[in-house]
Protein backbone atom coordinates (compact mmCIF):
# COMPACT_ATOMS: atom_id res chain seq x y z
CA UNK A 1 0.00 0.00 0.00
CA UNK A 2 1.16 3.41 -0.67
CA UNK A 3 1.83 5.67 1.40
CA UNK A 4 -0.02 8.65 0.46
CA UNK A 5 -3.01 6.23 0.74
CA UNK A 6 -1.99 5.13 4.22
CA UNK A 7 -2.05 8.58 5.29
CA UNK A 8 -5.21 8.82 3.74
CA UNK A 9 -6.70 6.09 5.59
CA UNK A 10 -5.08 7.10 8.61
CA UNK A 11 -6.53 10.59 8.60
CA UNK A 12 -10.30 9.16 7.46
CA UNK A 13 -11.57 9.44 11.15
CA UNK A 14 -10.72 12.34 11.78
CA UNK A 15 -11.96 13.76 8.26
CA UNK A 16 -15.10 12.22 9.12
CA UNK A 17 -15.15 13.92 12.55
CA UNK A 18 -14.80 17.07 11.34
CA UNK A 19 -17.12 17.11 8.54
CA UNK A 20 -20.15 15.75 11.28
CA UNK A 21 -18.99 19.49 13.45
CA UNK A 22 -19.28 21.33 10.10
CA UNK A 23 -22.83 19.83 9.05
CA UNK A 24 -23.94 19.00 12.46
CA UNK A 25 -25.43 20.25 15.77
CA UNK A 26 -23.18 22.29 18.13
CA UNK A 27 -22.09 21.72 21.83
CA UNK A 28 -22.05 18.52 23.07
CA UNK A 29 -24.52 16.90 20.46
CA UNK A 30 -22.12 17.64 17.67
CA UNK A 31 -19.43 16.60 19.65
CA UNK A 32 -21.10 13.06 20.00
CA UNK A 33 -21.96 13.42 16.57
CA UNK A 34 -18.34 13.91 15.30
CA UNK A 35 -17.38 10.75 17.97
CA UNK A 36 -19.98 8.40 16.39
CA UNK A 37 -18.48 9.23 12.82
CA UNK A 38 -14.85 9.03 13.94
CA UNK A 39 -15.69 5.62 15.70
CA UNK A 40 -17.40 4.42 12.20
CA UNK A 41 -14.81 5.54 9.97
CA UNK A 42 -12.37 3.79 12.01
CA UNK A 43 -14.31 0.53 12.35
CA UNK A 44 -14.68 0.72 8.57
CA UNK A 45 -10.86 1.08 8.17
CA UNK A 46 -10.31 -1.32 10.33
CA UNK A 47 -13.16 -4.23 8.67
CA UNK A 48 -11.44 -3.21 5.28
CA UNK A 49 -8.05 -2.99 5.95
CA UNK A 50 -5.73 -4.24 3.32
CA UNK A 51 -2.20 -5.21 3.81
CA UNK A 52 -0.56 -6.44 7.31
CA UNK A 53 -2.28 -6.10 10.65
CA UNK A 54 1.24 -4.82 11.30
CA UNK A 55 0.71 -1.67 9.11
CA UNK A 56 -2.98 -1.36 9.94
CA UNK A 57 -2.11 -1.09 13.75
CA UNK A 58 0.36 1.85 12.50
CA UNK A 59 -2.87 3.72 11.02
CA UNK A 60 -5.09 3.32 13.75
CA UNK A 61 -2.10 4.55 16.32
CA UNK A 62 -2.17 8.19 14.23
CA UNK A 63 -5.81 7.94 13.76
CA UNK A 64 -6.46 7.50 17.37
CA UNK A 65 -4.04 10.63 18.55
CA UNK A 66 -5.35 12.79 15.79
CA UNK A 67 -9.23 12.05 17.04
CA UNK A 68 -7.65 13.48 20.50
CA UNK A 69 -6.67 16.82 19.13
CA UNK A 70 -9.81 17.26 17.10
CA UNK A 71 -12.01 17.08 20.35
CA UNK A 72 -9.28 19.16 22.15
CA UNK A 73 -9.97 21.91 19.01
CA UNK A 74 -13.79 21.84 19.98
CA UNK A 75 -13.63 22.77 23.85
CA UNK A 76 -12.84 19.28 25.27
CA UNK A 77 -10.65 19.20 28.17
CA UNK A 78 -7.37 16.72 28.12
CA UNK A 79 -8.80 14.33 29.80
CA UNK A 80 -12.18 13.97 27.79
CA UNK A 81 -10.24 13.88 24.61
CA UNK A 82 -8.16 11.24 26.35
CA UNK A 83 -11.24 8.99 26.31
CA UNK A 84 -12.41 9.95 23.27
CA UNK A 85 -9.03 9.03 21.35
CA UNK A 86 -9.65 5.80 23.38
CA UNK A 87 -12.85 4.78 22.10
CA UNK A 88 -12.13 5.33 18.47
CA UNK A 89 -8.99 3.14 18.96
CA UNK A 90 -10.76 0.50 20.11
CA UNK A 91 -13.58 0.71 17.56
CA UNK A 92 -10.94 0.35 14.75
CA UNK A 93 -8.87 -2.59 16.88
CA UNK A 94 -12.35 -4.04 17.48
CA UNK A 95 -13.22 -4.09 13.76
CA UNK A 96 -9.59 -5.18 13.02
CA UNK A 97 -9.30 -8.20 15.13
CA UNK A 98 -12.63 -9.59 13.76
CA UNK A 99 -12.33 -9.10 10.20
CA UNK A 100 -8.54 -11.05 10.90
CA UNK A 101 -10.21 -13.63 12.18
CA UNK A 102 -13.12 -14.28 10.23
CA UNK A 103 -10.58 -14.48 7.27
CA UNK A 104 -8.33 -16.60 9.24
CA UNK A 105 -11.60 -19.16 9.60
CA UNK A 106 -12.03 -19.44 5.62
CA UNK A 107 -14.41 -15.97 4.85
CA UNK A 108 -13.87 -13.43 1.78
CA UNK A 109 -12.36 -10.46 2.52
CA UNK A 110 -15.88 -8.33 2.12
CA UNK A 111 -17.80 -10.99 4.23
CA UNK A 112 -15.27 -11.03 7.10
CA UNK A 113 -15.29 -6.75 6.88
CA UNK A 114 -19.20 -6.90 6.86
CA UNK A 115 -19.75 -9.52 9.69
CA UNK A 116 -16.53 -7.09 11.52
CA UNK A 117 -18.51 -3.89 10.68
CA UNK A 118 -22.20 -5.47 11.87
CA UNK A 119 -20.49 -5.59 15.07
CA UNK A 120 -19.00 -1.94 16.07
CA UNK A 121 -22.15 -1.01 14.68
CA UNK A 122 -23.96 -3.16 17.59
CA UNK A 123 -21.54 -1.91 20.03
CA UNK A 124 -22.35 1.50 19.48
CA UNK A 125 -26.43 0.96 19.70
CA UNK A 126 -26.77 -0.89 21.84
CA UNK A 127 -29.03 1.93 24.15
CA UNK A 128 -31.24 1.11 21.08
CA UNK A 129 -31.43 -2.50 21.10
CA UNK A 130 -31.07 -3.63 24.78
CA UNK A 131 -34.55 -3.51 25.90
CA UNK A 132 -36.14 -5.12 22.49
CA UNK A 133 -33.05 -7.91 23.11
CA UNK A 134 -33.98 -8.79 26.45
CA UNK A 135 -37.20 -10.16 25.61
CA UNK A 136 -35.69 -13.25 24.82
CA UNK A 137 -33.65 -12.87 27.90
CA UNK A 138 -35.20 -14.60 31.27
CA UNK A 139 -36.90 -12.61 33.37
CA UNK A 140 -34.58 -12.81 36.45
CA UNK A 141 -31.09 -12.02 34.53
CA UNK A 142 -32.87 -8.87 32.51
CA UNK A 143 -31.40 -6.17 33.98
CA UNK A 144 -28.17 -7.35 34.28
CA UNK A 145 -28.27 -8.11 30.65
CA UNK A 146 -29.17 -4.18 30.10
CA UNK A 147 -26.67 -2.98 32.09
CA UNK A 148 -23.65 -5.21 30.47
CA UNK A 149 -25.47 -4.07 27.08
CA UNK A 150 -25.47 -0.18 28.30
CA UNK A 151 -21.52 -0.59 30.37
CA UNK A 152 -20.50 -1.46 26.53
CA UNK A 153 -21.97 0.77 24.69
CA UNK A 154 -19.60 2.95 22.38
CA UNK A 155 -21.61 5.64 21.64
CA UNK A 156 -22.95 6.42 25.32
CA UNK A 157 -19.66 5.88 26.81
CA UNK A 158 -18.89 9.05 24.18
CA UNK A 159 -21.66 10.72 25.47
CA UNK A 160 -20.88 11.19 28.92
CA UNK A 161 -17.48 11.08 29.20
CA UNK A 162 -16.16 12.99 26.15
CA UNK A 163 -19.53 15.19 25.03
CA UNK A 164 -20.27 16.13 28.30
CA UNK A 165 -23.75 14.76 27.77
CA UNK A 166 -26.34 13.39 30.24
CA UNK A 167 -27.86 10.80 27.12
CA UNK A 168 -30.24 8.90 28.76
CA UNK A 169 -32.04 12.01 30.55
CA UNK A 170 -32.48 13.74 26.47
CA UNK A 171 -35.59 13.60 25.07
CA UNK A 172 -34.98 11.46 21.75
CA UNK A 173 -33.49 8.87 24.64
CA UNK A 174 -35.83 9.05 27.74
CA UNK A 175 -39.09 9.34 26.20
CA UNK A 176 -38.37 6.00 23.93
CA UNK A 177 -36.09 3.81 26.01
CA UNK A 178 -37.66 1.91 28.42
CA UNK A 179 -33.68 1.21 29.83
CA UNK A 180 -33.31 5.28 30.31
CA UNK A 181 -35.89 5.61 32.93
CA UNK A 182 -34.37 2.52 35.19
CA UNK A 183 -32.01 2.78 37.62
CA UNK A 184 -28.89 1.53 35.48
CA UNK A 185 -25.19 2.91 35.55
CA UNK A 186 -23.82 4.85 32.87
CA UNK A 187 -21.17 3.56 30.97
CA UNK A 188 -17.71 4.83 31.39
CA UNK A 189 -15.33 5.04 28.23
CA UNK A 190 -12.33 3.88 29.49
CA UNK A 191 -14.16 0.53 30.20
CA UNK A 192 -16.15 0.46 26.99
CA UNK A 193 -12.79 0.95 25.19
CA UNK A 194 -10.90 -2.04 27.33
CA UNK A 195 -13.66 -4.39 26.52
CA UNK A 196 -14.04 -3.85 22.59
CA UNK A 197 -10.21 -2.94 22.21
CA UNK A 198 -9.06 -6.35 24.27
CA UNK A 199 -11.82 -8.44 21.67
CA UNK A 200 -9.82 -7.14 18.64
CA UNK A 201 -6.71 -7.85 20.18
CA UNK A 202 -7.66 -11.69 20.98
CA UNK A 203 -9.45 -12.27 17.56
CA UNK A 204 -5.91 -10.59 16.15
CA UNK A 205 -3.96 -12.95 18.09
CA UNK A 206 -6.59 -16.00 17.23
CA UNK A 207 -5.62 -14.84 13.32
CA UNK A 208 -1.89 -15.18 13.48
CA UNK A 209 -2.70 -18.42 15.55
CA UNK A 210 -4.50 -19.90 12.76
CA UNK A 211 -2.13 -18.83 10.21
CA UNK A 212 0.63 -20.28 11.80
CA UNK A 213 -0.85 -23.26 11.70
CA UNK A 214 -2.21 -23.80 8.06
CA UNK A 215 1.43 -22.56 7.47
CA UNK A 216 2.82 -25.36 9.69
CA UNK A 217 0.38 -27.54 7.90
CA UNK A 218 1.10 -26.63 4.34
CA UNK A 219 4.89 -27.17 5.03
CA UNK A 220 4.10 -30.51 6.96
CA UNK A 221 2.66 -31.32 3.38
CA UNK A 222 4.90 -30.21 1.24
CA UNK A 223 7.68 -31.66 2.97
CA UNK A 224 6.27 -34.89 3.03
CA UNK A 225 5.40 -34.60 -1.05
CA UNK A 226 9.20 -34.37 -1.35
CA UNK A 227 10.04 -37.19 0.66
Known amino acids: MSLRRSALLAALPVLAGAAALLLGEGGGRGRLQAGVAMMLAAAACGALARGSARQALARLAAAAPAAGLLLL????????????????????????????????????????????????????TGLWWADPVSEAVPHGARFAWRQAVLDLDLATAFAYDVAGLDRLLEADVYGCVPLASSSVRRPVAARAALAWGALGAACLLGAAGLGRARRGRAGAA????VA
Request: include cysteine.
Open 73 to 124: AVGCWPAQALAGAALVAASGACALGLAALGRALGSGPVAAGLGAGCVCVAAL
Open 222 to 225: GGGA
